[in-house]
């Protein structure tokens, strides 16, 4: 038997691969400051894990419906309605199992063959995987540092044609930290206003922000029934492990998504849903101390890279990820990564494995702690000065 031939249009994850050679390393003793995975190194707060525990002891441990928890979709609705500025309903939001499937998902219910997604590069490695894995057309959109890895509005809009189905957009994004401006996004809002074309809006990173708070596009007149919100409980409350998402969306998009999440996961976890209405309606205290030590941490770790002969580190405005352009050392993004890891013990990301104009940048996490990225610092300085 062979493959399928869509399965040679699916990408992976560079991070894993990465943390299981850096795994290898350790297993022979060697020492590895981990840079290379995007996970707070936090505990998910205690009133969270708490409600998870009355609710598997209350038996919420059966099926639940498809589209999630009618109260919880509610929860979710109002907390969106709240942060986005926008009339959101329980019938307009869609529980899923991680972020990924609204990724995934949505892509399949409405790409065909042929169909033209424009997506940031470099970005988020799924993006280009789901739309080459469907048989659309991937449409980079180069990620602009002078303009904090921002579009250059004038390259969108001449990527814009009758073919373009989908904008995906990522604010704080995956791998950069830039966010896009809310003039910028008001921009791309007007361009795309007249368009039959869906924006995929990933804000998976909303609440990890240092300075101005990011726009989402579901915000300008006309742009809701258009928008797909993509957010979840990962990475603002640390609870990457318990996989739980969320989609905000058209009705009549919900359905289509339902229909695959019946066909695939059935429903996601019950007893989840129920710590998921605790993380939003419980206090808030331990996402802000998260993001207070993501800020020392940014600024210690970009001022360390900044003083290293070769490196030059724009300051990340949300995420926990910075994003050095290394070009100044002579390597290339894939052999200066590896180089790190296997000599230098610390294990980031090719600026490439994002898409082809990550080249010449590498990606750090900066989600370890204060001593491991001043120990990282040193280890990087020692290699490239000698």
Known sequence: ??????????????????????????????????????????????????????????????????????DFRETIASYVSRTRGIKVGPENVTVVPGGKPIIF?????????????????????????????????????????????????????SKLSPKTKMVVLNSPQNPTGGVIPGEDIKAIAEMLRD?????????????IVYDEKPVSIAT??????????????????????????YGVMPPWLVDAVCKLMVN???????????????????????????????????????HGLNEIPGVRCAIPQGAFYAFPNIEGTGYSSKELAERLLQEAGVACLNGASFGKYGEGYLRFSYANSYENLMEALGRIRRFLVK
């Open 264 to 302: 695939s996961n059935s429903c996601t976890a019950s007893f989840t849903q129920r710590a998921g209405i605790s993380a939003i309606e419980g206090p808030q205290n331990d996402v802000e101390a998260m993001v207070a030590e993501f800020r020392r941490r940014r600024d210690a770790f970009c």
């Open 105 to 157: 998902f949505p892509m399949l219910a409405l790409l065909e063959p042929g169909d033209e997604v424009i997506y940031p590069n470099p970005g988020f490695p799924i993006y280009e995987s789901m739309i080459q894995f469907l048989g659309a057309t991937p449409v980079p959109m180069p990620l602009v540092e002078s303009r904090g890895f921002s579009f250059d509005l004038d390259l969108f809009a």
């Open 220 to 245: 300008f007149p006309g742009m809701q029934e258009k928008t797909i919100i993509l957010d979840g409980f990962s990475k603002t409350y640390a609870m990457t492990g318990w996989r739980m998402g």
């Open 1 to 70: 038997m062979k493959l399928a031939e869509r399965m040679n249009r699916i990408l992976i994850e560079t991070a894993f691969e990465v943390l299981v050679k850096a795994r290898a390393l350790e297993a022979q003793g060697r020492s590895v400051i981990h840079l290379e995975i995007g996970e707070p190194d936090f505990n998910t707060p205690r009133h969270v894990v708490d409600a998870a525990k009355e609710a598997l002891d209350k038996g919420w441990t059966h099926y639940g419906p498809t589209q999630g928890y009618p």
């Open 195 to 207: 368009h039959d074309v869906m924006v995929l809006s990933d804000e998976i990173y909303s609440r």
